[in-house]
Nanobody, 125 residues
Framework: QVELVESGGGSVQAGGSLTLSCKIG????????QGWFRQVPGNEREGVAA???????SYADSVKGRFTISKDNAKNTLYLKMNNLKPGDTAKYYC???????????????????WGQGTQVTVSS
């Protein structure tokens, strides 16, 4: 059973930064497409970022230039560095993995086979 545990959420003011982490276990899933999506209650899920086995990243237009996805295969951990946060970024953020092609934020939320419990990010103006 895949286990994904997110951490790092919190409350920040607009313009601030946060880094989310996702510990993935219990096996090595470095060859999976890994990523993040976010959701506000009552709204649809939005794919945010994805990173493939080789480390190539892709982003939603809404976060491009502000968010950076990365991973540490040795630690089985996925990260999302979020800079210049805006109130519109307020949501619960979830990490997700799957074997999808292409490896992009949209494909990851279409299948949604393995995802974590989420971590809340709140950005105040």
């Amino acid at each position: 059973q895949v286990e994904l545990v997110e951490s790092g959420g919190g409350s920040v003011q607009a313009g601030g930064s946060l880094t989310l982490s996702c510990k993935i276990g219990p096996y090595d899933y470095s060859d999976y497409c890994q990523g993040w999506f976010r959701q506000v209650p009552g709204n649809e899920r939005e794919g945010v970022a994805a990173i493939d086995a080789g480390g190539s990243a892709s982003y939603a237009d809404s976060v491009k230039g502000r968010f950076t996805i990365s991973k540490d295969n040795a630690k089985n951990t996925l990260y999302l560095k979020m800079n210049n946060l805006k109130p519109g970024d307020t949501a619960k953020y979830y990490c997700v993995i799957d074997r999808v092609l292409p490896c992009d934020p949209i494909a990851l939320i279409l299948t949604l086979n393995y995802w974590g419990q989420g971590t809340q990010v709140t950005v105040s103006s």
